[in-house]
């Protein structure tokens, strides 16, 4: 069974940059689909991107497409999230997920997830 720690978040300016990390241990990472996940307070878990096993495919949300960019290095057990542009309405804990078989938008179809990191992004 896969297990993931995000690192990565802090505060940060509007317009600024951050870049998310996920490192997975056990299981076999490159079989993974994984993705990225936000939940501001008082909100539902919303999805943010997500990315094929291989890197072949990538999705997002329309909320950060353009600005965000999904990536993943195989080699090193690794997914990345790199947000540029950020706003205030980014500010969110961040959690990384992962399933086998396919590129998916909902949690729900998510078996895997890391312990989140807080992203703060002030005006």
């Known amino acids: 069974q896969v297990q993931l720690v995000e690192t990565g978040g802090g505060l940060v300016q509007a317009g600024g940059s951050l870049r998310l990390s996920c490192a997975a241990s056990r299981g076999t990472f490159g079989s993974y689909y994984m993705a990225w996940f936000r939940q501001a307070p008082g909100k539902e878990r919303e999805f943010a991107a997500a990315i094929s096993w291989n890197g072949g495919v990538t999705t997002y949300a329309d909320s950060v497409k353009g600005r965000f960019t999904i990536s993943r290095d195989n080699a090193k057990n690794t997914v990345y999230l790199q947000m540029n542009s950020l706003k205030p309405e980014d500010t969110a804990v961040y959690y990384c997920?992962?399933?086998?078989?396919?590129?998916?938008?909902?949690?729900?179809?998510?078996?895997?997830w890391g312990q989140g990191t807080q992203v703060t992004v002030s005006s």
């Open positions: 997920a992962a399933r086998f078989g396919g590129v998916r938008m909902s949690s729900y179809d998510y078996s895997y």
